[in-house]
């Protein structure tokens, strides 16, 4: 395999409710880099290769999962009830697509 620097890149944008007070620490664009780090040589075979660069990029998937999920739930505890109407009226609208498929099929 190429010694190349390789990394997971994840990128997001949060666009809160007007109404949505978050605290300074808290970026609304965000773009999060993770290595993925090369383990040491212990075989020459491909196949071995291969699995040293799934473990090292299964721990830098976790890594990032652990990032954004903290970041992701500070965002959630900043906009609070803000959103729940909104979350409401789309749910509704779906149930009512449904039934009006329902009804025109008899």
Do not use: C
């Not at 109404?19 to 773009?31: C, D, F, H, M, R």
């Not at 075989?43 to 071995?48: I, L, V």
């Not at 906009?79 to 009804?103: H, I, M, P, R, Y």
């Amino acid at each position: 395999m190429d010694v190349q620097s390789r990394e997971l890149t994840v990128t997001y944008k949060i666009v809160p409710p007007p109404s949505a007070v978050a605290p300074p620490s808290l970026s609304q664009e965000t773009t999060h880099r993770f290595p993925i780090p090369s383990l040491p040589d212990l075989e020459s075979q491909e196949d071995s290769e291969l699995k040293k660069y799934y473990t090292s990029l299964r721990t830098s998937i976790a890594e990032a999962r652990t990032k954004l999920g903290e970041e992701l739930t500070a965002w959630r505890d900043a906009v609070g009830n803000a959103e729940l109407g909104k979350e409401k009226s789309v749910k509704t609208e779906v149930d009512d697509e449904g039934e009006e498929e329902e009804n025109t099929e008899e």
